[in-house]
């Protein structure tokens, strides 16, 4: 009975962390890409004011803020005029500092202060997933939590294995996340959002061809350009 009430608890805990301040009210059901890209900008300079800097859009970024936006606002010409696709998540690569966080996080404080809910996805980082498994010894449902619904993934790749004393040692949990993640796409259109420093290809090294081609199926890959901003 105390297991059972254990693991009540711990599915509970990972529902609230899923609908931590995300909107409560949908008010703005649709929004155009002109408005979101409008809303998008007084959005970031109010965050980067906050840690004392300036958001510049610049050569660097101004194509990646165009189809960043245009792919949120499911602007058609996402797809009609830059081969994107709609259906898919996005996987949002480039050099440390470069704005990929603080992008999504941009659009997670659109979400909530507009109550845009399509916008809305969970952020967690890939070493938090692994400090959870860690910490946890009902594995199987940090793994099952964070293979369905909408999530964002910061910094894949950073992650260092995951321990599993009561299995084998060492292990690379986003092998399975990820593939049980592109069966969730595939069956319910589940989307999964990724920032990383490493490529398609370094990613592949990393986890595999086999994940890095799921990668490539459940997700729209944007390169976001240009050194640090953090200095």
Request: proline letters at 1%.
């Amino acid at each position: 009975m105390r297991r059972g009430l254990v693991h009540v608890k711990k599915v509970l805990e990972l529902q609230k962390e899923r609908k931590k301040i995300a909107p409560k009210k949908e008010r703005n059901n649709k929004i155009m890409t002109h408005n979101l890209k409008r809303i998008f900008n007084q959005e970031a300079i109010s965050f980067f004011e906050l840690e004392n800097r300036s958001f510049v859009v610049d050569a660097d970024n101004k194509n990646f803020y165009n189809l960043f936006c245009k792919y949120w606002a499911r602007d058609v010409s996402f797809e009609n005029d830059h081969n994107g696709e709609l259906e898919k998540g996005l996987f949002v690569y480039g050099k440390p500092g470069s704005g990929k966080t603080t992008s999504f996080k941009i659009i997670q404080n659109v979400s909530v202060k507009y109550g845009i809910k399509k916008l809305w996805a969970p952020l967690i980082s890939a070493e938090e997933v692994v400090s959870k498994y860690n910490l946890d010894r009902y594995k199987d449902y940090i793994i099952g939590n964070y293979s369905k619904g909408n999530f964002i993934f910061d910094d894949l790749g950073s992650e260092k294995e995951a321990n599993n004393t009561y299995i084998f040692g060492k292990e690379d949990i986003f092998q399975t996340i990820l593939e049980r993640r592109y069966n969730a796409f595939i069956e319910n259109n589940t989307k999964t959002y990724i920032t990383s420093n490493l490529s398609i290809n370094e990613i592949q090294k990393r986890y595999g061809e086999r994940v890095s081609d799921r990668i490539i199926r459940m997700c729209n890959i944007l390169q976001l350009d240009g050194d640090s901003r953090r200095l």
